[in-house]
């Protein structure tokens, strides 16, 4: 897949997340979004767990009014870091994951 074609398809699992996002759980995004794809150009769990969770993560932001800078050193990721999931320039490292999952599970807005 190039460069370009996984932009645009990050592009559009963010907006899909930042919308029905919300109601479908990993797994049935995955297959939204992957259904046509090759194997080999599909779209790791991980970079759609990154999507959700920083989709999730902005809505907590929002609500509980936190600089980009608050929530950094919330998640103990450099601003830097966060700015690039936030921009879907990289997937989370596992260590990246975990921390943004522990946010989100603390901070869960019902």
């Known amino acids: 897949m190039g460069l370009e074609d996984k932009d645009f398809i990050l ?3 963010q907006e899909l997340a930042e919308g029905i996002g919300k109601f479908l759980g990993k797994e049935s995004i995955k297959e939204l979004i992957n259904y046509d794809q090759s194997q ?46 936030y921009n879907n320039e990289r997937s989370a490292t596992s260590s990246e994951l975990t921390a943004l999952r522990n946010f989100v599970e603390e901070n869960e807005i019902y």
């Open 40 to 85: 080999e150009d599909a779209l790791t769990d991980e970079d759609i767990e990154t999507i959700l969770l920083i989709s999730n993560i902005r809505e907590i932001q929002q609500n509980k009014t936190l600089s980009d800078e608050e929530i950094s050193r919330e998640l103990g990721i450099a601003e830097k870091d966060l700015d690039d999931l």
């Open 11 to 13: 592009r559009q699992v």
